[in-house]
């Protein structure tokens, strides 16, 4: 009689812990499945960015439902989600590695202190050496997550085009002497694409 009910509590333990297994695969295959289904729908939303991108580089008049080039978020509907995308010249932001103390001003409040942070770690990088992540240079500076929308590290000429830049430095960008701003083409941009849903990311 013992026998059989350690044999019964036994069984039932065997089949609690395969359910418990395939339960947990299911979850670990489901995560994978959707996954994959956002790589590809993210991977569809750049191809069709390419043209939107082309145009609003190369056209000669702007066209009304144009996106802008200053980071102003626009919502791209693939499939069953909505992305919000920005696209951003590179040579309207500040290079936290290149630019000069005065161009850094319009975005960091206590650019002096980064300048002298950055020339003093700079210094340690041997000749040739790569730059970090730009992630990684702004938490050796000190500097919050919240200001690296306002900065890049691929501008080219310490300069600022103050037409596309964020709204949010675009008055100090207007302020900035004629030496240290810049005319001409788009040449470069950053796109950066977020999941959302029409009730959480609005333009």
Known sequence: MLATLFALILFMGLVLGLQSRSFNTQRV??????????????????????????????ADHPAVDRPSMDGTPFL??????VWSVRLQDVEAL??????????????????????RRRQALLARFPSGTRYPRIEMMAAQLGLDNDALPLLTQSGTSGRLRGENAP??????VGR????????????RLRVTLELCDQTQCRP
């Not at 995560?31 to 590809?40: G, K, V």
């Not at 993210?42 to 580089?57: Q, T």
């Not at 709204?167 to 100090?172: C, D, G, P, T, Y």
């Open 29 to 58: 295959l489901g995560r994978l499945a959707l996954d994959a289904r956002l790589s590809f729908e993210r991977d569809a939303v750049h191809e069709r960015l390419r043209g939107i991108v082309a145009d609003a580089m190369t």
């Open 76 to 81: 791209i509907a693939q499939g069953d989600r």
């Open 94 to 115: 500040p290079d936290l590695y290149h630019s000069p103390v005065e161009v850094l001003r319009v975005a960091l409040s206590d650019a002096e202190g980064i300048a």
């Open 167 to 172: 709204k949010e430095i675009v008055a100090a």
């Open 176 to 187: 900035l002497p004629p030496h240290l701003r810049l005319s001409g083409e788009t040449g």
